[in-house]
């Protein structure tokens, strides 16, 4: 099962397909970084940060969740995550990285971060798990 988020291309490159889970517990299914993406958030957040962790070699997975922020989505997706990494995407676009068990954010990009840069939250978060560092240190950004 793919996300309706998942196959968009707005930038033309190729389409990232990023399977949805209903129960990260599963044992069937790999450990993977969970992303929960608000419904209005905008597609192409989704598809950088899925792309920046699948280029690292580590795969993705939507975490469905009640609609909230960046950091709350964020939060709930670390807590549910086998590799206990989430990445929560906002209504906005805003980003938040974090890892289950650091209490505050480790990336935080606002709504309007450029792609490139919210490709590398991507990136940091498959950094965290693979245990190497991050790309520029603990980041929060603005635009």
Known sequence: MTSRLSGVSGSGGPEIRVPVVSDPADPTLPPAVLVTVHDDAPPGVLREVCAGAEEQGIPTAILGGPPTDADGAGRHA?????????????????????????????????????????????????RIVAGLPLSQGRLHQHP
């Open 78 to 126: 670390a807590g549910e995550s086998r590799l206990e990494v989430g990445v929560g995407i906002g209504p906005d676009g805003a980003v938040v990285v974090r890892h289950a068990l650091v209490p505050d954010p480790v990336v935080r990009l606002d709504g309007g971060t450029p792609q490139a840069r919210v490709r590398q939250a991507g990136t940091d978060a498959a």
